[in-house]
């Protein structure tokens, strides 16, 4: 009956200490997607802090890379090679915006919310500058904010 009693309380020891596990998301790069052409699937994920992404170069001549000035202050931008995967950890709390560099003009754009979304009315705000790059698909990045 002791070892018993002294096994369960192990066992939830166990159970408490174990630390949360970073997960792993994946967002393919498509020439078609269910938001139409040149578009991240899923455009919009909301992550936690320590959770890595993997862009996957599902379809070729995409690349993934953080929007300067469109990231958390502090936060690491990234830049992947065209047709490549690219994976990225993401430690810093917020909203980052990121790109495929040639389809930018087409808005293929994509959103993740790491933890909180505390950096909104920043990105909402220089947001407005930045897609006036945008040739098609101008609504796209505002449709994808307002998720949050
Ligand atoms: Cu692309």
Redesign the pocket.
Known sequence: MKNTHKLATAFLMLILSAPTFAAEHVVK?LNMGKDGT?VFEPAVLSVNVGDTVKFEATDM???SASVKGLIPAGSKPWMGKMSKDISVTFDTEGLYVYE????KM?A?VGVIKVGNANNLDDIKFKSQQYKKAFVMNKDRLDKYLSEF
């Open positions: 790069m040149m001549a995409h690349n495929c560099t040639p389809h087409m293929m």
